[in-house]
């Protein structure tokens, strides 16, 4: 890849961070994998490529993180990112707008956020009039925060002020310094806020609002061109999330690692709140996609034009279900070990 186009990539995302590892082995694909973050989405990415999984079916996969899918949704129709983990909406959003974009398999199909708020809120009511933050304007945050508001009857346009101030920790902090009444975040930053004093409104995820929340994104060229590796891809990543339900300490391991959380409280509530709301099958949820499509459409009206199936291709899970993928997973789950260490 050609060096000025990568550093044209981070140039882009104000909160990307290059993680590499060492790859001795003979053939492989390289490709660079975004994943919005940080927030529950980036865990599996790093699973897979700590634990080895990319590798093993044949990938030299860089991780890069974006403070927000709308960031990283501008790499990604570049084409220096091959591969992204990211929401929904900025699919919807891009590919009705005449990008490539397309989503090839979804391991969250629900909302996992919850709305924290200053330590004066404690009902929806006291939330008219008051600053809501969201990563970015077209994020998955901003989709997720207009659906929630207008579940329990307030209106995103008139009721409240909704301002984009980039990452999760950065939204904690604004918090913190009084500059915004709430925002959404995704464990284990909602468990610290709680133990901080913070008032949680609702737990998105027990709601169970279908949501695309985490989808695996490519483009149609891509496919075409490197239909193996989007396959590969996939089995990487769909054994690193079977192998997330079946080793909870190593898992936890990850999640102080990549998301800074410690307390042992925090760490376990942050792994169970994974189980909850991963969709093993990796199967988009067509109705997730249809809440979705509805929110972005009062933004983006070219997507009233489109179906759910539109901005699917699920051929390669077809496949791999075909040729008993899953199947053999579920016989033969990962095998406990530590995963490998990335290099810095």
């Known amino acids: 890849m050609n060096k000025r186009r990568v550093t044209s990539l981070l140039g882009l995302a104000a909160l990307a961070v290059l993680l590499t590892r060492p790859l001795p082995v003979q053939s492989q694909d390289e490709i660079i994998v975004g994943v919005s973050g940080p927030s529950v989405n980036m865990i599996y990415a790093f699973a897979a490529r700590d634990g080895g999984f990319l590798r093993k079916y044949g990938l030299d996969a860089r991780v890069v993180l974006f403070e927000a899918g709308s960031v ?34 979804a391991c969250v199909n629900t909302l996992p956020y919850s709305l924290i708020a200053a330590k004066g809120i404690t009902k929806w009511e006291d939330l008219k009039g008051k600053k809501i933050a969201i990563s970015r304007f077209g994020s998955g945050t901003d989709t997720a925060i207009r659906l929630v508001l207008k579940k329990f009857g307030l209106d995103p346009l008139k009721d409240v002020t909704i301002l984009q101030m980039g990452s999760q920790p950065s939204r ?4 913190a310094a009084g500059s ?78 990549y998301l800074k959380g410690a307390e042992p409280d925090v760490l376990e509530a942050t792994y169970q709140s994974y189980l ?69």
């Open 72 to 105: 990283l949704a501008q790499a990604a129709i570049s084409g220096d990112v091959k591969i992204s983990i990211s929401s929904g909406p900025a699919t919807i959003a891009s590919r009705s707008q005449g990008a490539d974009t397309i989503i090839v398999a």
């Open 172 to 175: 904690v902090q604004a918090l």
């Open 180 to 257: 915004i009444d709430a925002t959404l975040v995704s464990p284990p930053l909602d468990l610290a806020a709680k133990k901080q004093g913070y008032q949680i409104l609702v737990n998105i995820a027990e709601l169970g609002i279908p949501y695309p929340q985490q989808v695996i994104e490519t483009t149609d060229r891509f496919t075409r061109q490197h239909p193996q590796t989007v396959k590969n891809f996939l089995k990487g990543f769909i054994e690193a999330v079977r192998y997330v339900a079946v080793n909870k300490d190593e898992t936890k391991k990850l999640i102080t690692k």
């Open 276 to 344: 909850q709301v991963t969709d093993k099958t990796a199967y988009p949820n067509m109705q997730g996609l249809r809440n979705a499509m509805d929110e972005v459409a009062q933004r983006v009206p070219a997507v009233k034009e489109k179906k759910p199936e539109d901005f699917v291709d699920t051929r390669f899970l077809k496949e791999l279900e075909k040729e008993g993928f899953s199947t053999h997973l579920n016989n033969h789950p990962p095998a406990k070990k530590p995963p490998a260490k990335g290099r810095k």
